[in-house]
């Protein structure tokens, strides 16, 4: 099945400075990609999303980009914010289900 | 609440006994999702029903049950088998044959 890795577990920077998270998937076949942002004892939300077809997408200071060569896609936060401050997941959707397969986490911490 | 509704928010189990969680969601969605969170470990998938009356085992599904008798509802019992249930539990949906999960707002069980 797929697997996705996601790095660093924890990532720490200050107020205004930018932020990257990693993520590799196995499976060639992962054709949607999203990223959720968890606050602490509250659900994830969605707040970007890319599909195969799609090398980079942006929402504000949000980005995200995809290398299916290589089979990576990392998040991209710039000017950060404290309220940017939780847990980030990526994770990939692979063929039939529906299911997705999420990375680990990054606890992100924006420091004043 | 978002659509999708969790109960309760905390559940406290004594160790043999089976608890069930509850998952409703008013957003018409075909395929509902049960996933385990735990620290470092991110979300975990336990079940998932893509339509009433079925359902598939996720990669953790040892020690729970499910059931989909109604496109509304999707319980999760844990069982006395499972061996460390103590975990947040998240109930998801999404319309089939799209992406984009809708999260419920959780529920902590710990087994005391």
């Known amino acids: 099945g797929e697997n996705v890795e996601q790095h660093p577990s924890t990532l720490s920077v200050q107020e205004g400075d930018s932020a990257v998270i990693k993520c590799t998937y196995s499976d060639s076949a992962s054709n949607y990609f999203p990223w959720y942002k968890q606050e602490l004892g509250k659900r994830p939300q969605l707040i970007i999303d890319?599909?195969?077809?799609?090398g980079e997408k942006k929402d504000q200071r949000i980005a995200v980009t995809l290398n299916k060569t290589a089979k990576h896609f990392s998040l991209h936060i710039t000017e950060t914010q404290p309220e940017d401050s939780a847990v980030y997941f990526c994770a990939s959707l692979t063929g039939g289900g529906n299911k997705l397969t999420f990375g680990t986490g990054t606890q992100l911490k924006v420091e004043l | 609440d978002g659509g999708i509704t969790q109960s309760p928010k905390y559940l406290f189990r004594k160790e043999g006994q089976n608890v069930t969680l509850s998952c409703e969601q008013n957003?018409?969605?075909?395929?509902m999702y049960w996933y385990r969170q735990d620290p470092g470990q991110g979300l975990r998938l336990i079940y998932y029903s893509q339509i009433v009356n079925d359902f598939q085992k996720g990669d953790i599904a040892e020690g729970y049950s499910v059931s989909r008798e109604k496109k509304e509802s999707f319980p999760l019992t844990v069982t006395s088998a499972q061996k460390n249930p103590t975990a947040f539990y998240l109930c998801?949906?999404?319309?089939?044959?799209?992406?984009?999960?809708?999260f419920g707002s959780g529920t902590r069980l710990t087994v005391v």
């Open positions: 957003l018409n969605h075909d395929a």
């Open positions: 998801a949906s999404s319309p089939q044959g799209k992406v984009g999960y809708t």
């Open positions: 890319i599909r195969s077809n799609v």
